[in-house]
């Protein structure tokens, strides 16, 4: 079984840098794609970031040039670091992996998901 915790939330303000980590369980992370998504109450998952297992990525236009995804395969982690942080990336952030070719974008091809860590971005 895979499992995923985040961490690196917290309240900061606008301008500022977090970075999120996600630590995973299992022997096989380097062969996973990993994606982070965020969310906020009433509004539907966002995709932010994705790596491959070969470390292509992508990522949404909103965050594009402040955000970045990567991955240390030696600690089983990904990280997501945040730059110029905006009260619109206020959300809960989610960490999820797949054994899917690819940086996907969408959330239906991630089988695996953590708990999430919030992230509040004050003006």
């Known amino acids: 079984q895979v499992q995923l915790v985040e961490s690196g939330g917290g309240l900061v303000q606008a301008g500022d840098s977090l970075r999120l980590s996600c630590a995973v369980s299992g022997r096989t992370f380097a062969a996973y794609a990993m994606g982070w998504f965020r969310q906020t109450p009433g509004k539907e998952r966002e995709f932010v970031a994705a790596i491959s297992s070969g470390g292509s990525t992508n990522y949404a236009n909103s965050v594009k040039g402040r955000f970045t995804v990567y991955r240390d395969n030696a600690k089983n982690t990904v990280y997501l670091q945040m730059n110029s942080l905006k009260p619109e990336d206020t959300a809960v952030y989610y960490c999820?992996?797949?054994?899917?070719?690819?940086?996907?974008?969408?959330?239906?091809?991630?089988?695996?998901w953590g708990q999430g860590t919030q992230v509040t971005v004050s003006s």
């Open positions: 999820a992996a797949t054994s899917r070719l690819g940086a996907r974008m969408y959330g239906d091809d991630y089988p695996y």
